[in-house]
């Protein structure tokens, strides 16, 4: 067990493959240089994710915490009772380990064991002691649970805040991509700023534009492309998009990194 919290870029770089999950190297590389420009901006705010799993992604929020931030699970954990099959059985367990391995200390207000169904805004600002500067939608794929999951991270967002969807583009999950879909046909203050093909970045639409650039800057031209989503200039960043310019992330991540130790 680790004494101390390993380093954010050496979580990314080789200790995230040994957490079981879904992210992606490329999600990895976007979530990293997100966080660090937030970082570099002094965004302030904390950090959630609804639908944790084993802590792939949630524990690379939890090592991007500064001073005076949380990191917020909420997930139903190992009450297989409540979902729709029993193939994520331990994960309760999976996730603490992983946590007390990487030397990642959660207190019990940044644990929030419960379905988000139930789950109110009032709830999230209470156990984060305010609002959430990122958000992973990650949990129920299911419509109403997805439209429930954007309500309460839009109504609890801080105004440079990020909302990250998984499984957008999943035709397995098709109701992920109608849910978002009819959310931002909704609101015209949150707006698709990048997209990967497991996951739509959204942010409030005087925010989009900064973190459309950030990311701009760590890929090559080759391995992007501007698309249209729902009218809103999109970057489009490929399986091979930040994998060139890694070492300009990774420096960047360094240097956040010191910062937080």
Not at 69 to 90: P, Q
Not at 171 to 180: L, N, R, Y
Not at 230 to 255: C, F, M, P, V
Request: glycine share 6%; hydrophobic share 45%; aromatic share 8%.
């Amino acid at each position: 067990m680790a004494s101390k919290p390993i380093s954010f870029d050496k979580y990314i770089t080789r200790w995230m493959p040994t957490v079981q999950g879904y992210m992606t190297p490329l999600d990895a590389r976007v979530i990293g240089a997100l966080l660090s420009y937030q970082n570099e901006s002094n965004i302030r705010g904390h950090l959630c994710e609804i639908g944790v799993h084993h802590g792939r992604l949630f524990l690379m929020l939890a090592l991007a915490r500064r001073p005076g931030e949380c990191s917020l699970a909420i997930d139903l954990f190992e009450d297989d009772r409540l979902n729709a099959s029993t193939e994520h059985a331990g994960r309760d367990l999976a996730m603490f380990e992983n946590a007390r391995r990487l030397g990642v200390k959660l207190t019990d207000q940044e644990v929030f064991k419960t379905s988000s169904m139930g789950v109110e805004p009032a709830d999230i600002l209470a156990r984060a002691t305010g609002p959430v500067r990122f958000y992973s939608i990650d949990g129920s794929h299911l419509y109403n649970g997805v439209e429930n999951d954007l309500r309460l991270a839009e109504r609890t967002l801080t105004p440079d805040g990020i909302i990250a969807v998984d499984d957008f583009f999943n035709p397995g999950w098709a109701d992920v991509s109608f849910a978002v879909h009819d959310f931002l046909r909704r609101t015209d203050a949150i707006v698709p700023f990048a997209i990967t093909p497991a996951k739509i970045y959204l942010a409030p639409l005087r925010a989009a534009e900064k973190y459309k650039a950030a990311l701009l800057r760590h890929a090559r031209a080759a391995d992007t492309e501007l698309v249209q989503v729902l009218g809103k200039e999109t970057l489009r960043l490929k399986q091979s998009a930040l994998r060139r310019g890694y070492d300009l992330l990774h420096n960047a991540i360094a240097r956040y990194a010191l910062r937080l130790a």
